[in-house]
């Protein structure tokens, strides 16, 4: 009655270990790319519970890499967001004459007269703010010009980072690679919508619970109803 295959066999022919699956976008996910992926951050309820190994304390993704003296050269830095999509920033820094910006300590931030400043300005100034609240210093006290190493604190986007990307730049061509480190990973999460609304993957906006809004939902107001709040453009309040 029945036809076909009745016992098992071992299928080696061209397309044995092929398949066929869609690559999303930045921003876009499921399995025909048609779902839109949320603003992702760190769930507010969960301030200073965060476990890295036997570590409790919240941390934020530390990176460090080494510049050697030399004259006015363009780097060419990639920073990877929470949707794939990778930003580039282009700082202009002149290592053998500026002095490198370490930190005071004193909650300062070095100006643009200084390496870390500009790296810093140049970072801060990627589309849409992703990196609006990054930090940059030279790492030691009483540095001068030359070779130094730099890190970069990434206050702003929550969760572990993947490393930056860097390079010296000229033209349209990488003359040659910088290796960044971590200092620390970070361990606050980062996960849709914060982990306080719920995600419409049609819009790609979060839809915040009572009481918390911001584009990620990552940040609590007192007020438990939600009322007098103003939601954050790409966010909605319930």
Known sequence: MFSGVNSAFTY?????????????????????????????????????????????????????????????????????????????????????????????????????????????????????????????????????VGTNQYRVTFIGPPGKQNLITIAVHSGDANINSIAPAYVQTGNEEEIPCSGRGVCDSSTGLCTCFAGYYGASCTFQNALANGGGITPVVGAVVA
């Open 12 to 144: 080696n022919l061209w397309d044995a270990e092929k398949n066929q699956a869609c690559v999303c976008d930045p921003g876009f996910s499921g399995i025909d790319c048609s779902q839109r992926e949320c603003p992702r951050g760190d769930d507010p309820l969960t301030k200073g519970t965060r476990f890295q190994g036997n570590d409790a304390t919240a941390k934020k993704t530390i990176q460090s890499f080494t510049l050697i003296g030399t004259t006015e050269t363009t780097l060419k830095i990639g920073f990877e967001d929470w949707s794939g999509k990778v930003h580039y920033a282009y700082p202009v820094v002149d290592t053998a004459n500026l002095l490198p910006g370490e930190n005071p300590n004193d909650g300062t931030l070095p100006d643009t007269t200084t390496v870390a400043g500009r790296i810093m300005a140049s970072l801060r100034a990627l589309p849409g703010g992703i990196m609006g609240e990054v930090e940059v210093f030279a790492q030691g006290a009483g540095l001068t």
